[in-house]
């Protein structure tokens, strides 16, 4: 099939609404191309206007499932002749909506998340759906621009937003490189406890690949075990300018006690530096504030000073004060005299 198959299905489709940026179709065309003879499993949250799901049945011919979820019950007006599409309608981050999803399949080869775009309902999502998704799978998450903007939970420095969390996720592919005392869910614990979700580590080093597309990230899933760096592999064994790798040949990577990490700062610390950013800021507030407070009173205590200065008690005291430091030096050149 050509890549533009998808883009032409979607110039001649006649049904129901469906709307995707361009970009998307050659990125779904790219990604789909391998699933297109297959007996795939579907899995869409947010449909709108349902041509998503009409699409999808014409472009995946031999497909065992298509499903769409809405929480606009106003999606369950839609109706299909096709009898491989299901519309679920509800929240798809609610145990119950989560149970009908369960009731038509079980697992998923593909799940697109096109819903609400808030970043919460995105990272929520995933850490539903993607434990759903059978090996080889891959996750989509459409329209990340969202990811953003205020109105969506997002920022360009929001390290909360989805795309954040995304961009961590990285780091979970590469776990085995870290060199230090930590697994994979404490990089993201911040965020699974800001949005009430979690993943455990099990299911975390089940990601394969992260790819981004502008406005677009793919997950790819296999099983832990092909995630890994794997064993040195050589062709060849003649080594005239970096002699010593044959030693390896064959051997599993395994980070060596030299590139320990325990004392890097930048890798040692509790929380990611982007999370403590609001904190450390909060607290900045309140140390302005109170140094603030401070010198109003040094500046007040200066004025009394100056006023007590300038007054008549002061200068008619003045004698008094001279002659009671007088008095003390004498008494500290006595003191000195008897401990001779």
Known sequence: MFEQDLRRLYE???????FKWSSYLSTYERLFRSF???????????????GSLELWSKYFGNALQLIGCDINRDCSLLLYSDKRINVVIGDANDIETYRKILLCSSEFDIVIDDGSHRSSDIIKSFCVFFPLLASGGVYIVEDLHCSYWD???????????????????VDVVNYEHWGVNKNQVDILSGIFYKYGCNMDSRMLSQINSIEFVNSMCVIRKAPASDNTLGSCVMGGSVEIVAPGHEKFRGTKYNISEEMDQSSNPWSAREKPPDELIEIVESELIVAVAENDKIKDLLRQREIELDLL????????????????RLFGLINDRLYRIRLR
């Open 36 to 50: 297109r003879g297959d007996r795939i499993r579907l899995l869409e949250i947010g449909i709108q206007n349902g």
């Open 309 to 324: 200065y300038q007054s008549t008690s002061w200068k008619i005291t003045a004698p008094v004060r001279a002659a009671r």
């Open 12 to 18: 001649l489709h006649r049904g129901k609404l469906s």
């Open 151 to 169: 109105k969506f939970e997002g920022g360009l420095f929001n390290p909360y937003s989805s795309i954040s969390f995304f961009k961590r996720l």
